[in-house]
Antibody, heavy 120, light 107 residues
Framework: EVQLVESGGGLVQPGGSLRLSCVAS????????MSWVRQAPGKGPEWVAN????????YYLDSVKGRFTISRDNAKSSLFLQMNSLRVEDTAVYYC?????????????WGQGILVTVSS | DIQMTQSPSSLSASVGDRVTITCRASQSVDTYLNWYQQKPGKAPKLLIYGASNLQSGVPSRFSGRGSGTDFTLTISSLQPEDFAVYYC?????????FGGGTKVEIK
């Protein structure tokens, strides 16, 4: 069974930093692109970033470029999101999602989500 | 960026009803279109990928059609467990945008 478990969320002041982690199991992590998707309270999902199997391609939502960094450790089946210069509007539940093997993205497995609250 | 517009934003229906949700892209996305279902407090669940391909384990009452800019998700006979919010999402190019959602409520 595919499992994705996020950790590292919490309350942080504007301008602060957090590092989210996602540990994967039940599939060969290194075979898949992976994504972070967030959902602000009462809003729809918003894709944040994704990373190719060996990190040779990385893409970001414009509003997080230069502030967030996605990375992965295939030996530990782990995905990370380093979030710096956090803003109030970054407040959301952040999901780790399995992306594609190849071809077009489809988020076919999701973690339970982790809440990030940016507030003074 | 590609904008995804869903309609209606909400609908009321009864068990057994046929329900159709529409998603329109601001430019052609070919058939790079996915549909998700989300229930309160849960992560979204993939229903349809590539516009018309049923994800493994998803009941056959769900179906998707369309290409280019216009897409539909149809539930052929609404079941009690189908009351949820449904989102379309384009996978044509980054940023991978979602529609605003359609809430399916009990009439």
């Amino acid at each position: 069974e595919v499992q994705l478990v996020e950790s590292g969320g919490g309350l942080v002041q504007p301008g602060g930093s957090l590092r989210l982690s996602c540990v994967a199991s039940g599939f060969t992590f290194s075979n898949y692109w992976m994504s972070w998707v967030r959902q602000a309270p009462g809003k729809g999902p918003e894709w944040v970033a994704n990373i190719q199997q060996h990190a040779s391609e990385i893409y970001y939502l414009d509003s997080v470029k230069g502030r967030f960094t996605i990375s992965r450790d295939n030996a530990k089946s782990s995905l990370f999101l380093q979030m710096n210069s956090l803003r109030v509007e970054d407040t959301a539940v952040y999901y780790c999602a399995r992306d594609k093997l190849a071809g077009a993205t489809k988020f076919d497995s999701w973690g339970q989500g982790i809440l990030v609250t940016v507030s003074s | 960026d590609i904008q995804m517009t869903q309609s209606p934003s909400s609908l009321s229906a009864s068990v057994g009803d046929r329900v159709t949700i529409t998603c329109r892209a601001s430019q052609s996305v070919d058939t790079y279109l996915n549909w998700y279902q989300q229930k309160p407090g849960k992560a979204p669940k993939l229903l349809i990928y590539g516009a018309s391909n049923l994800q493994s384990g998803v009941p056959s009452r769900f179906s998707g059609r369309g290409s280019g800019t216009d897409f539909t998700l149809t539930i052929s006979s609404l079941q009690p467990e189908d009351f949820a919010v449904y989102y379309c999402q384009e996978s044509y190019k980054a940023p991978l945008t979602f529609g605003g959602g359609t809430k399916v409520e009990i009439k």
